[in-house]
């Protein structure tokens, strides 16, 4: 069993097994794993300093993730979109291809937590040949983003074979991978799987951090090996109430990915995933936290702030508007508030 297998097979899967200083204030009565799955693993349970951190936040179940009647379970309506199971095909020119259900860490405000690492997100050989035969068929599909759950939890030998009959489809130009490993079992990201990944390119990785506290030396290292293998690497951060919804938190968080050569690149408006309400911010707050990002620092730590339309409606932009007026001349305000002209020319 490799290191990151065994550090993964001692994670923590029900809150009373948490050390005493990190139980939930009421463990008794808590059934929330009995509807959404728990895992910390060891190396994500070490970054948690106390009972309520903005890590805790993310990794232990409460109690409010069973008293949300605003959400619902499936908002992206991926189930819906999916014209064979686990392939949901939203957009014209690509597709999002689940490979697994499992990920190092179930996090609380999942998308897709109505289905990940439960028994209701059913992965077999059988459902990803289905998906193969699917893009194979469709040579409209440009770009294929393989996600889940987290792939990286594949053996190297499953990736070998998936991104290999990805790569074989000659209709697919670019493959992406969506991964949280980097950020919460970064020794998964080990030189053998690097060179799985270098023989599929172009292939880009989003990973996904969502303070700055995730991003340790061990971090740096898994992101230093996949940059080293050629890899691109983006960042979706989800903005979370009492996570990072302030602009100090996603400012440091965003300068601190380039320092590990990851690119931000959305920082997406929570989803209306039933049992996520609890971390849901306002469009006014991503904003006013964007405000402080565009000009006060670099743009290459700027995203772009998004919210993914709810019923399969698509990914919108919310940046600010800084135009006043558009005509002979737009008329703007700049980062520092000053009113500025620029002739439009034509
Ligand atoms: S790693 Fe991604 S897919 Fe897995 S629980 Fe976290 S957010 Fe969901």
Known sequence: MSRWQNILKQSITVPAD???ILQPDRVQSIDVTDYYPMRINPYYLGLIKKKGDPLWLQAVPQEQELDDQVCVADPLAEENLSPVANLVHKYPDRVLF????QCAMYCRFCTRKRKVGTKNMVISDKTIEEGLDYIRQNPQIHDVLVSGGDPFLLSDEKLDWLLGSL??????????IGSRVPCTLPMRVTFKLCRILKKY???FINTHFNHPSE?????????GRLADAGIPLGCQTVLLKGVNDDAE???????KLLTIRVKPYYLFQGDLTCGTNHFRTSIETGQAIMQQLIGHTSGMAVPTYAVDGPGGAGKIPLTPN?????DKQLCFTNYQGKTCFYDNGG
């Open 18 to 20: 948490l050390p005493e």
């Open 98 to 101: 689940l490979v697994t259900s």
């Open 201 to 203: 390119h172009p292939l």
């Open 322 to 326: 800084y135009i006043q007026s558009l």
């Open 249 to 255: 938190t996603i400012s440091t968080l965003m300068r």
């Open 167 to 176: 790569r074989a489809i000659p209709s697919v130009e670019i493959i992406r």
């Open 215 to 223: 991003i340790t030396p061990e971090a740096a290292r898994a992101c």
